[in-house]
Antibody, heavy 119, light 109 residues
Framework: QVQLVESGGGVVQPGRSLRLSCVVS????????MHWVRQAPGKGLEWVAA????????YYVDSVKGRFTISRDNSKNTLYLQMNSLRGEDTALYYC????????????WGQGTLVTVSS | QSALTQPASVSGSPGQSITISCTGI?????????VSWFQQHPGRAPKLIIY???YRPSGASNRFSGSRSGNTAYLTISGLQSEDEAQYYC?????????FGGGTKLTVL
């Protein structure tokens, strides 16, 4: 069955970096676009970034442009989110999610990895 | 502030039907595509229940239905059950980004 497993979260100081990973199984990873979506504690969902199936097209929410980079390694069935210059407002549970079809967000989701930005 | 507006809460009794709205701030219908609805129970990942405004993915209950009129999308849940008590989010793709509504808390009385 389809599985998405995020990792890499933790507690980090403002201004520092963190890299999240999402290892997938149960489907042909290279055929699907992928997303990162976050949820601050007690808050709603916020889309963060998207990446096409071939890794050539990326989109970001304005608040992370220039700080976050979404990427993928199709040979390792892994999606990444490199997060630099972290801020307190980046504190959230980060989910990876798979497209249903190109740019249709969220047929499958992982369980999330928690990032806490605090001094 | 979300660009998609949902009511903060709705409620209904078991067996009843409820409808949740999702309104875009832009009146141009063509600006919003790939409208979807997600259900999220506390401590769980979101689950896709409607895509393309009106279609149900495999595995989603047929008690969920979606519609769209102008710049507003609607999620209707019929035959309310206790397990439907959850947070519901709409989302849409527009201008190279995906927007989520603020979420609607459904309480089953």
């Amino acid at each position: 069955q389809v599985q998405l497993v995020e990792s890499g979260g933790g507690v980090v100081q403002p201004g520092r970096s963190l890299r999240l990973s999402c290892v997938v199984s149960g489907f042909t990873f290279s055929n699907y676009g992928m997303h990162w979506v976050r949820q601050a504690p007690g808050k709603g969902l916020e889309w963060v970034a998207a990446l096409s199936s071939d890794g050539t097209t990326t989109y970001y929410v304005d608040s992370v442009k220039g700080r976050f980079t979404i990427s993928r390694d199709n040979s390792k069935n892994t999606l990444y989110l490199q997060m630099n210059s972290l801020r307190g407002e980046d504190t959230a549970l980060y989910y990876c999610a798979r497209d249903l079809r190109p740019w249709y967000l969220g047929e499958y989701w992982g369980q999330g990895t928690l990032v806490t930005v605090s001094s | 502030q979300s660009a998609l507006t949902q009511p903060a809460s709705v409620s209904g009794s078991p067996g009843q039907s409820i409808t949740i709205s999702c309104t875009g701030i832009n009146n141009d219908v063509g600006d919003y595509r790939h409208v979807s609805w997600f259900q999220q129970h506390p401590g769980r990942a979101p689950k896709l229940i409607i895509y393309d405004a009106t279609y149900r993915p495999s595995g989603a209950s047929n008690r969920f239905s979606g519609s769209r009129s102008g710049n507003t999308a609607y999620l209707t849940i019929s035959g309310l059950q206790s397990e439907d008590e959850a947070q519901y989010y709409c989302t849409a793709y527009t201008r190279m980004l995906w927007l989520f509504g603020g979420g609607t808390k459904l309480t089953v009385l």
